[in-house]
């Protein structure tokens, strides 16, 4: 099961791509969430780690990481998520659904949405969901999850599985630097996760 993060810019995806990480880590005989950066922005999967121990450290580490997509980049990415056959892999991707995510997306097969309200132009969650519903269609991806990103909430929600087969809940402030695996939402969905990636 590859399972892509995606949705628009700075909805927090690399923060539940941690938090799904060290839940799924924490669920009893849970397969290990193997986690493939696909996005050049300079945060690797070590980054919400140095985060939480050395913010200066990890900001500096980032600056220096970050570069923009390269024909050489892409293809190293999508060899990884091609070639990658362990039951739970999380593929973090950039937030724009461009033909460099397509390209390496292609080899997945679920997604997890991630989306906040735009306060900017007031476009809610679910509009700024609208491309990557249709990025998921176009590359035949089975979004099992929809989450709302309420950065200025202060509880999680969890609606769970639908009739359609997908999870749905908030989790609130998703920020660098805090522990979010035991939030209700993060952890409801890790267990709808691994329930999925186990299914026999």
Aim: proline content about 7%.
């Amino acid at each position: 099961m590859k399972v892509i993060l995606a949705g628009p810019p700075r909805s927090g995806k690399s923060c539940l791509r941690e938090g799904l990480k060290q839940a799924v880590r924490r669920i009893p005989d849970a397969p290990y969430p193997y986690v493939i950066t696909a996005c050049p922005d300079g945060e690797g999967s070590w980054f919400q780690e140095t985060v939480n121990h050395d913010p200066e450290l990890a900001t500096a580490c980032k600056a220096a990481y970050k570069a923009k997509f390269t024909p050489e980049f892409v293809a190293r990415v999508v060899a990884s998520v091609a070639n990658c056959a362990l039951p739970l892999t999380l593929v973090d991707i950039g937030g724009i659904p461009s033909a460099e995510n397509k390209e390496i997306c292609r080899a997945a097969t679920h997604a997890i949405l991630l989306a906040g309200n735009d306060p900017k132009t007031g476009a809610s969650w679910s509009e700024r969901l609208l491309p990557w519903r249709e990025f998921c269609r176009e590359l035949g991806l089975t979004v099992v999850a929809e989450i709302v990103s309420d950065y200025n909430g202060t509880e999680d929600t969890v609606t769970g599985e639908g009739p359609d087969g997908i999870f749905r809940g908030s989790v609130h402030h998703l920020e660098r630097g805090e522990l979010i695996f035991e939030r209700p939402c993060i952890k409801a969905l890790a267990e709808f996760l691994v329930r999925l990636a186990t299914d026999d």
